[in-house]
């Protein structure tokens, strides 16, 4: 059984860092894609990161692009997501997701197309 566990969030002021982990586990993740999606109150999940399955080229949304970083490391089967220059519009919780199909990724939520994690709260404050 796929189980995503993500850490990593708190409250930081803006202009501030954090970085979040996702641990993985249930099977080997080395042949996919991984990424991280965030949903404000109110607000459908969206698509901040995906990384492939190598590690090998990344995918940023526009409202975070130069600000995050997203990496992996498959002899861990973690994936991470820097964030820097948090800006209030960054508060959410932050999901974990790992496709369900190898060699596959997605740059938009799919609620069936990945597994996810529960989530970890982001706040950041003005």
């Known amino acids: 059984q796929v189980r995503l566990v993500e850490s990593g969030g708190g409250l930081v002021q803006a202009g501030g860092s954090l970085r979040l982990s996702c641990a993985a586990s249930?099977?080997?993740?080395?042949?996919?894609?991984m990424g991280w999606f965030r949903q404000s109150p109110g607000k459908e999940r969206q698509f901040v990161a995906t990384i492939s399955w190598s590690g090998g080229k990344t995918y940023y949304a526009d409202s975070v692009k130069g600000r995050f970083t997203i990496s992996r490391d498959n002899a861990k089967n973690t994936v991470s997501l820097q964030m820097n220059s948090l800006k209030p519009e960054d508060t959410a919780i932050y999901y974990c997701?790992?496709?369900?199909?190898?060699?596959?990724?997605?740059?938009?939520?799919?609620?069936?197309?990945?597994?996810w994690g529960k989530g970890t709260l982001v706040t950041v404050s003005s």
């Open positions: 997701g790992a496709s369900r199909s190898p060699f596959y990724y997605i740059t938009y939520y799919r609620e069936d197309k990945y597994y």
């Open positions: 249930g099977r080997s993740f080395s042949s996919y894609a």
